[in-house]
């Protein structure tokens, strides 16, 4: 299945995926290196609360398998990676098309790359805002991951 983590058919792959595609949750861009993401939702009648703005439910799903995902691309196939815990604070109404970029920057994959070298699990925490079309702050989704080395890739104690 390696195909498929071509970051260009992976975007497809999501947005026909039917927990996005059913709740008008769009990837726009997937860099090539899985380093940036921006995620949108769309604003549609079946997208909203009783309220008439956007469902908390769909802004949370919105950024839920992106950063296992970026985080899987980027650092390739040694690494087992999960959605550990995940929460949202909802800041204000979110009335339009809503817009989530995600970023990995260099420091963050050195900094898992070490935390991990001997096999060790880390728990890396990620911000997520929310924004509506006048970029204004809905929500901000504070997720953490689990990653780990893979067995094979472990380094393995010295018999000496």
């Known amino acids: 299945m390696r195909w ?13 995926w039917p927990p996005f595609f059913f709740s008008g949750i769009k990837v726009e861009i997937l860099a090539d290196d ?17 309220n008439s703005s956007q469902f908390g439910g769909s ?24 959605d550990k815990q995940a929460d949202i604070n909802y800041i204000s109404p979110g009335r339009s098309k809503l817009c989530a970029e995600f970023v990995l ?3 963050e994959l ?4 070490a935390k991990t ?22 929500c901000e989704v504070n997720r953490k991951v689990y990653i780990r080395k893979k067995p094979k ?8």
Not at 59 to 82: Q, R
Request: proline share 7%.
């Open 59 to 82: 802004m949370f799903a919105m950024t839920d398998p992106i950063y296992p995902l970026m985080l899987m691309g980027a650092l390739g196939k040694e690494y087992i990676v999960w």
């Open 110 to 113: 050195d900094d898992i790359k």
């Open 34 to 50: 899985y380093r940036y993401c921006k995620v949108v939702l769309k604003n549609r009648p079946w997208t909203r609360n009783i």
């Open 4 to 16: 498929a983590f071509k970051p260009a058919v992976m975007r497809h792959l999501l947005n026909f």
């Open 153 to 160: 890739y472990r380094s393995q104690p010295s018999t000496e």
């Open 117 to 138: 070298a001997e096999g060790e699990k880390y728990f890396p925490e990620f911000v997520v805002h929310v924004k509506d079309a006048a970029d204004q702050l809905v």
């Open 105 to 107: 920057t260099d420091a």
